[in-house]
């Protein structure tokens, strides 16, 4: 079985000021982890990935995420974060051992960043 | 277009009516999705097509869902006797392959209330 957990419905944070969203996870092979985002009135797209390699994955739009398996998370970062970064964002995670899996999704987090 | 289209982007039914949604994807993907997106939760998956193949049926949530996808492009999912619990957002997916993210694109949604 698989999940992925958002703690934080809702993130608040300063223009200029560094962000971080979270993600836990949960799954029995190896996670295959995503982020996406969604913009008001726009469709969900994709944000950045981890699969193997490098803990430490850049994205669009300047964002990062850090794999960390001891603590099964793939927090969201960016250190300087703009107004036109307000979305909900979605953490994501599939098990890459299973041929058959599917990608499963946490509940979002909304960020939002006051000017 | 360039991306995914569904119709229509806003649904408003009375209970126990049947409706039907539908999606248009990016030319050349052979994998579709449906998922679901209530306030407050994150996406549920639905349903998903790869090619010619059996659908993946797994996660639709009763015998009252149902989806097809014709010439292996345009999707419908039908929804019958519709319940005020079927109220979201439902959004469609493609990619070039199945599990192939990076090249995931979400359309709009189409946003079903019940009544």
């Known amino acids: 079985a698989q999940s992925v957990a958002q703690p934080e419905d809702q993130v608040n944070v300063a223009e200029g000021n560094p962000l971080t969203v979270k993600c836990t996870y949960s799954?029995?092979?190896?996670?295959?982890l995503f982020w996406y985002v969604q913009y008001p009135n726009r469709g969900l797209q994709f944000l950045l990935k981890?699969?193997?390699?490098?803990?430490l994955v850049k994205g669009s739009y300047g964002f990062e995420a850090e794999f960390n398996k001891s603590q099964t998370s793939f927090h969201l970062k960016k250190p300087s974060a703009l107004v036109s970064d307000s979305a909900l964002y979605f953490c994501?995670?599939?098990?890459?051992?299973?041929?058959?899996?599917?990608?499963?999704f946490g509940s979002g987090t909304r960020l939002s960043i006051r000017p | 277009g360039a991306g995914v289209s569904q119709s229509p982007s806003n649904k408003v039914t009375e209970k126990g009516k049947d409706v039907e949604l539908r999606c248009d994807p990016i030319?050349?993907?052979?994998?579709l999705y449906w998922y679901r997106q209530s306030l407050g939760q994150g996406l549920e998956f639905l349903i998903y097509?790869?090619?010619?193949?059996?659908?993946?049926k797994s996660g639709l949530p009763s015998d009252r869902f149902s989806a097809e996808r014709t010439g292996g492009s345009v999707s419908t999912l039908t929804i019958q006797r519709t319940q005020q619990e079927d109220s979201a957002v439902y959004l469609c997916?493609?990619?070039?392959?199945?599990?192939?993210?990076?090249?995931?694109?979400f359309g709009p949604g189409t946003r079903l209330l019940v009544l």
């Open positions: 097509f790869q090619g010619n193949s059996a659908p993946d």
């Open positions: 030319s050349g993907h052979t994998a």
């Open positions: 981890y699969i193997t390699g490098d803990n």
């Open positions: 997916a493609s990619s070039l392959s199945f599990r192939d993210e990076e090249t995931q694109y």
């Open positions: 799954v029995s092979g190896n996670p295959y």
């Open positions: 994501a995670v599939r098990d890459g051992y299973s041929s058959a899996s599917k990608i499963i």
